[in-house]
């Protein structure tokens, strides 16, 4: 006689919850705020379990404390820097507004007691650097026909000054940021003051103009050389970069998923700020934020709106210990959010202080572009913390060489081919 084995349907139901949920390795249900994309697996589900426990509806959740995410802008939201591909645009396009007298008040022969580039800059001396620039812009302004000469674009493009011009002033800003004792604090300022003449509305049109131009261009080196036959003080110089911008689906599908989940996003950059105001604004590149969501570099303006070469009088340097100043005023102080963000992201050194300085940050993303330095450290602890169950730090990786996210933590550097997970 056979014995008959009576199934429960609730224990059916149960059997096929399970087999569900063991069958989810690689494609999202519908529990799961975030798509899938190019996440890596583990980094997906870590993020998803974030927004649904601190997001609306979510078991952390406070309402009283409505949460609040911060994030850097260039090489996280965005790949490559849009500030400057913004730099070059302007400077191959040469739209300038400076008068000639203006131009050589931003040239300064000693930068807090250093009167030469670092020795990967070949050790030039400001002085004669900015004799070179001082002569290439007095010919470009005299003789260019948006400003007091009679030359095209395409015409002024063809003379040596022209091309000496560009190089060394790209080659400057890369030597100030790379010198120590100049460094960043006083390069990046100065970058965006030769912005100084145009209105903030000329800035965002020349910023759509340099953005969509980069979206179009192809990812790769490429090295500006000054004429031989125009040596100058300084001789031959070099300036090399990566060409191209690309938008991250992956950014900007969690910048939306958070907002939709009750979690205010706020990117914090040191860039300009309606350079980044653009880039991420409402409708053209599909990061859809408003323009007070964004804390950045600010300069001096005059009472008509024209941009000076100043830095704005009172207000914090957005990058390293600046972002977080700039949270605490802008985002704690003026709106009132008297808490630390729940969640936080970056790629390097300038945004580490951002990344480590709230206690009340409960999971901080990082984009692996294999540095070392203190970026380098929170890359390592994401690595030991891979088998945590609630980690501090996860690692994403990208192909640098495509700007596409990759589903792992290792990334592949420019130029290369081999994934890389750790800076050695």
Known sequence: MKTRVRISPLFLMGLLLLVTAGCRKNESILTDPLDRLNWSERNWMVLNECITDFGRGGKYYDQDKPPYAVLDWDQTCAHFDGEEALMRYQLTHFRFKLTKAQFEGVLKDEINGVKQLSDDYNGIFLKDLNLDLISDYHFLFDNYSALNGTLSLEQIQTTPQFTDFVTKVAFLYDGYCGTPGIGAVYGYPWVIGLLAGHTTSE?????????????????????????????GFTGVVSYSFKTGLRVLPEMQNLISTLIKYGIDVFIVSASYKPVVETFSGIGKY????????????????????????????????????????????????????????????????????????????????????????????????AVDETNSLIPRYILQGRNENTGVAMPCSESILFGESVARLLYQ
Not at 368 to 381: E, H, P
């Open 203 to 231: 800035i965002r049109e020349m910023a759509r103009e340099a953005i969509s131009f980069g979206l179009s261009d192809q990812l790769r080196k490429q090295t500006w050389l000054s004429p031989a036959d125009l040596p």
């Open 286 to 381: 599909g990061y859809n934020l408003s323009q007070d969501q964004v804390i950045a570099m600010e300069m001096d303006t005059t009472s008509e709106g024209i941009i000076l070469s100043s830095y704005k009088d009172g207000w914090v340097q957005t990058q390293n210990q600046g972002k977080v100043e700039a949270i605490n005023r802008i985002i704690k102080q003026g709106l009132g959010k008297d808490w630390d963000p729940i969640f936080s992201a970056g790629d390097s050194d300038g945004d580490y202080e951002m990344l480590t300085g709230f206690p009340g940050t409960k999971l901080t993303l990082i984009w692996n572009r294999v540095k070392g330095g203190n970026i380098g450290r929170l890359c390592q602890q």
